[in-house]
């Protein structure tokens, strides 16, 4: 009964390969987001899909691309792995509709290295 | 724009000890404020936010912070830390509205040590 749930949780890989983190939240919210925390520990937003509308899109290389099947699911596929971008990636949730302030809830986040 | 500081990376306090953890925040609408905290190994949970009902605000595990507007602060405190507060604490700011609503702005974090 994971309320925003991620996986994998750990994904080792080598540069140039391209890998995809999955996200599922069950709170029934129709907004949710990725962040990036990288090895500052400083937790940085890089999409935000709204009812499966692109909403946030931050300075993100374009090897990034996103995916919201549908408003439970909000997918991340990076292309041709670099260095750099290994980190943890958080998935988050919030409703638009319920509430004003749009409190975001955390999945477990993905630790990805990229060796 | 938004952005938040949180003075102090790490703070260290004994059992039983008063617990600060400071946050300053700027924002060019009325601010939402959150404090979060981070285990080691696993998501964010939610401590506590600012609704703009209450300038005082009581979260969970016995924290609560206090919005102070003139001084654009949002610290966060406890009145006697025990060994399981020992985290990271982060503090997010989001704006009411314009370019920023919906977007969280997060601090540095501060870690916390509780000491026996």
């Known amino acids: 009964d994971t309320a925003v749930s991620q996986t994998p949780k750990y994904l080792v890989t080598q540069m140039g390969n391209d890998k995809s983190i999955k996200c599922e939240q069950n709170?029934?919210?129709?907004?949710m987001y990725w962040y990036k925390q990288d090895s500052k520990k400083f937790l940085k937003i890089m999409f935000s899909?709204?009812?499966?509308?692109?909403?946030i899109n931050e300075t993100v290389p374009n090897r990034f691309s996103p995916k919201s099947p549908d408003k439970a699911h909000l997918n991340l596929h990076i292309n041709s792995l670099e260095l750099g971008d290994s980190a943890v990636y958080f998935c988050?949730?919030?409703?638009?509709?319920?509430?004003?302030?749009?409190?975001?809830?955390f999945g477990p986040g993905t630790r990805l290295l990229v060796l | 724009a938004q952005s938040v500081t949180q003075l102090g990376s790490h703070v260290s306090v004994s059992e039983g000890a008063l617990v600060l953890l400071r946050c300053n925040y700027s924002?060019?609408?009325?601010?939402?404020l959150f404090w979060y905290v981070q285990y080691p190994n696993q998501g964010l949970q939610l401590l506590l936010k600012?609704?703009?009902?209450?300038?005082l605000v009581k979260g969970i595990n016995g924290f609560e912070a206090e919005f102070k507007k003139s001084e654009t602060s949002f610290h966060l405190t406890k009145p006697s830390a025990h060994m399981s507060d020992a985290a990271e604490y982060v503090c997010?700011?989001?704006?009411?509205?314009?370019?920023?609503?919906?977007?969280?702005?997060f601090g540095q974090g501060t870690i916390l040590t509780v000491h026996p």
């Open positions: 988050a949730s919030s409703s638009r509709l319920a509430d004003y302030q749009e409190t975001q809830y």
């Open positions: 709170l029934g919210h129709d907004t």
């Open positions: 899909y709204n009812n499966k509308e692109l909403i």
């Open positions: 924002s060019s609408v009325p601010p939402y």
């Open positions: 600012y609704t703009s009902a209450a300038t």
């Open positions: 997010a700011v989001s704006g009411a509205g314009g370019t920023s609503y919906g977007k969280l702005t």
